[in-house]
């Protein structure tokens, strides 16, 4: 069935979702929406079956997006959620994990784990939803926030320089990086559908709306209109990036594939390549 | 792999770092995450030579963090997992480990505890081996005193970790870590193993957090295979749904307390040495027994009744025993390598059924048995 034909049921990617747990939280005009709506049409496109995956997310408004998918799911300890997803990959390789997480979880408390798990190769795939700020706190600052943006912690500005988690993960042996925006649906769900089928660690950044806090805050609208727009505007499409001077690219977001390779995935800090009691001395 | 394998069955001159791997093997762990740290090494070297090669799986974590995360999601995964740690690197776990009893995922964590810096002996962290993760829960604590005792602890470690579907730690401690003596390892037919109960229930009927009765272990479905559980820390009812409500809350930890500390007589076992006719009782846990039973044996000698409790599992704390042997001793005196935590929990259970003392010491070095009789002689006169 084409996802654009609705049945009088209703929306059939419904399937996929835990519908008794629905209204979900989501404040109105946020981009988590849109990242689930595009995620499950990747599911779907590849006929993925969520009863063997594992969802999971850690604390935060993105981490909850599995919480609503009907999935085995690992959810509630900050920053943790690569590191889950190593010890079940090492212990279940074939199981398909998919991680959700915010640019707070992914990126200041979770920093080192993303480092790591992009150096390993780990055979994950990562979905950040970059809003640009710690939105479930608040309104914080995080390592993505603009720079100069008032925040709940930075009324006078943001004096911090955000990382480019796209540059970070290429820079780390990350296999699949892609960003996009919530925006460009299409995009968004191709890049997913890629990073789903990719054998490897495969991260899509997803520049997301928060008109309730990094809206109102940095930007003084609390429009979802005038977010979307506003992240439309700071965004350059690698094509268009390439041929740009870098003075003119100062404060933009490059979107698009940053690299789409492939190297052995990790199976363990050492493996032995022929398990064997006899090959092991006496203690 | 067959069983028999994998346990290095026989007579060893071994470390005791090297008897948690040996013991974790044979119990059948396949899943180790550590991070270095002195004086936990070797049980990590020890996985990562071992694991591999009987089908399991080694990882050197970037962090403790990771390490004891990596071990929740192996375990959820059907693992039975282990990571290693000394005291400063067990700090960072109490997060890991509070998700760990909340969705109740079995693992072993060994902490070797340390002090003065990294390499000297303490029992410094017999209190936060018991509470320091936050939230409620009843921790499982063992406390080996020889290199057998370390094999035989960690096996069953594991068995009680896949029994009650919870984090089990073991603490070493330096000396005893480090530490090499004669090792017997059983054949692997005379090493019981335990694995926790996997459901039979189709998903739809299955409820992944409910358990046959109030304090029960609910049957476990590993991820992956088509019962689609929320392993949240957060509060959840009995299907795993995150549920705010203040009832939902109070059911699930009281089982999940419950299911420990309502079960303490068979898990917090002890054992008893010449306490029949003593009129002192020396009770202590880890390698503060050896110091005790050489006093006890000296004051013997001098014609002083003294025996000694030894506490195989300080949590969920062994009050019966404890109780018991205070009702016939005129004194009960707690031996103890740190500033004195667990005597405050003996003196609480005593609670005058004699007189207490102390017998503690804070300097990075176990007691002298010479030094556990001074106190045993004043204590008498």
């Not at chain 1, 429009?223 to 041929?243: C, E, R």
């Not at chain 2, 039975?80 to 890991?96: I, L, N, P, R, V």
């Not at chain 2, 909340?102 to 410094?124: H, K, L, S, Y």
């Not at chain 2, 995150?242 to 307390?257: G, N």
Request: net charge negative; hydrophobic share 40%.
């Amino acid at each position: 069935m084409s996802v654009s034909t609705m049945p009088e049921k209703g929306n059939p990617l419904l399937k996929y979702m835990r519908q008794d747990k629905l209204p979900h939280f989501f404040c109105p005009g946020c981009g988590c929406g849109q990242v689930v709506s595009a995620f499950l049409r990747a599911v779907e496109a590849l006929k993925l079956d969520l009863g063997t995956m594992v969802g999971i997310g850690g604390v935060g408004c993105t981490a909850r997006i599995p919480v609503y998918l009907h999935m085995d799911c690992l959810h509630g300890v900050h920053g943790r959620t690569l590191a889950w997803a190593t010890g079940i990959k090492l212990h279940k390789p074939d199981t398909k994990v998919v991680v959700f997480a915010g640019d707070g979880d992914a990126m200041s408390i979770g920093g080192n784990h993303f480092i790591h798990a992009a150096r390993r190769n780990l055979d994950v795939t990562f979905i950040v939803v970059n809003n640009f700020n710690f939105a479930m706190t608040g309104g914080q600052v995080a390592p993505m926030t603009p720079g100069g943006a008032v925040t709940m912690t930075t009324p006078y500005g943001s004096s911090e320089p955000p990382f480019d988690l796209c540059a970070m993960a290429v820079t780390s042996g990350a296999t699949y990086v892609a960003r996009t925006l919530t925006s460009n649906p299409a995009q968004m769900t191709s890049y997913i559908k890629t990073a789903l089928d990719h054998k490897g660690f495969s991260v899509v950044e997803i520049l997301s709306q928060c008109p309730t806090h990094f809206g109102r805050y940095a930007l003084g609208s609390g429009s979802p209109k005038n977010l979307v727009t506003w992240i439309k505007d700071h965004t350059v499409p690698l094509t268009a990036a390439d041929k740009m001077k870098a003075e003119e690219l100062e404060g933009k977001y490059r979107t698009g594939e940053f690299i789409k390779t492939e190297r052995p995935v990790f199976m363990g800090s050492t493996v032995c390549s022929a398990p064997c009691a006899e090959k092991e001395g006496k203690a | 792999m067959k069983r028999e394998e994998r346990v290095l069955t026989g007579v060893h001159f071994m470390q005791g770092n090297y008897a948690a791997v040996e013991g974790a093997i044979a119990a059948g762990c396949d899943f180790f995450a550590g991070y270095p740290i002195t004086p936990a090494n070797e049980v990590s070297e020890g996985m990562a030579r071992r694991l591999p090669a009987v089908g399991g799986a080694f990882l050197q974590g970037e962090d403790e963090l990771c390490s004891i995360y990596a071990a929740a999601g192996a375990s959820l995964a059907g693992a039975k997992a282990m990571t290693a740690t000394a005291s400063a690197g067990f700090d960072y776990m109490q997060e890991g480990i509070e998700y760990a009893v909340a969705v109740e995922a079995p693992m072993v964590i060994v902490d070797v505890m340390r002090c003065r810096g990294e390499n000297f002996a303490t029992q410094a962290d017999i209190m936060q081996v018991r509470w320091s993760a936050a939230g409620d829960h009843e921790m499982i604590v063992l406390a080996p005193s020889t290199v057998q005792e370390t094999f035989d602890f960690t096996v069953r470690a594991f068995n009680l970790a896949e029994e009650y579907r919870t984090p089990v730690i073991v603490i070493s401690e330096m000396s005893l870590a480090l530490m090499r003596e004669r090792l017997e390892i059983p054949e692997a037919s005379a090493i019981p193993v335990v694995n926790r109960r996997r459901t039979t229930k189709s998903p739809s009927e299955y409820l992944p957090f409910k358990a046959d009765s109030e304090y029960g272990v609910p049957d476990f479905a590993e991820l992956g295979t088509g019962y689609r559980v929320i392993h949240s820390i957060n509060p959840h009812d009995e299907r795993g749904d995150i549920e705010w409500d203040p009832k939902a809350f109070e059911r699930l930890y009281k089982r999940i307390t419950g299911k420990v500390r309502e079960n303490r007589k068979k898990i917090a076992t002890t054992q008893r040495f010449h306490l029949d006719d003593a009129e002192i009782a020396l009770v202590g846990y880890g390698s503060e027994v050896r110091p005790a039973l050489d006093a006890a044996l000296s004051a013997r000698d001098k014609g002083i009744k003294v025996g000694v409790l030894k506490i195989d599992v300080p949590w969920p704390f062994p009050e019966e025993a404890v109780a018991e042997v205070a009702s016939g001793v005129r004194t009960m005196v707690t031996v103890e390598m740190n500033i004195g935590k667990y005597a405050g929990e003996i003196e609480r259970v005593v609670c005058g059924r004699c007189r207490t003392a102390r017998a503690t010491k804070n300097l990075g070095e176990p007691h002298t048995p010479e030094e556990i009789l001074t106190v045993i002689e004043e204590v008498r006169s």
